[in-house]
């Protein structure tokens, strides 16, 4: 199973939307991978519609989606059809489901992403979640139990959180939203922290010597 920080294991597979090979296909774009347990099952169906619903969301963060589970593209193409066509949730209905969806019958992709748990299922793939940023490095990895849908917003969030991270290397604190202060990356030597402490900045508040927060530039 890769790591954060790993680069993604590389595949070429069948889904929804044609032959993808990855990442060559999502060079320069941040990817969510995510694995379902199976087709026409209803904690999937609610997911699927969620993330479809927020795909356009997705993409203006240079961010694409990619599903994946072990069943045909048949399989996939007949329930994504039937989501659009008869499925309506939480005002949610008429969901045309444009990102790809894997077809992984022989296991490949979620062995190789350790998607596969036997001890929840050896025939189903967990419901994982991997952020995976434009240098194809993972940069965030997700475990859910089968019974337990996602949180499409936290993992939104995530994305922006880490998308800050790369554009101005600063963290985010406990149960951040953008638009909330970020954190500043603490000094890493004794004159760093006595020109920070000695230092007034416009927008920057200190708690102490290693946690300084300022506003966010970027709402």
Known sequence: MP????????????????IIKFPDD???KWVILFSHPADFTPVCTTEFMTFAS????FRSMNTELIGLSIDSVFSHIAWLKRIEEKIEY??????EIKFPVIEDLKMDVAKKYGMVQPKASTTQAVRAVFIIDPEAKIRTILYYPQSTGRNMQEIKRIVVALQKNAAEKVATPANWQPGE???IPPPSSMEAVKERMGKEEEGKRCLDWFMCLKKDTQK
């Not at 790591?3 to 044609?18: N, Y």
């Not at 939480?90 to 969901?95: E, F, P």
Request: hydrophobic share 35%; charged share 25%.
């Open 26 to 28: 999502y060079k320069g």
């Open 181 to 183: 202060d970020v954190i």
């Open 90 to 95: 939480k005002g949610m209905k008429n969901l």
């Open 54 to 57: 927020m795909q356009e969301e």
């Open 3 to 18: 790591l954060i920080g790993d680069d993604a294991p590389s595949f070429t597979a069948v889904t929804t939307q044609g």
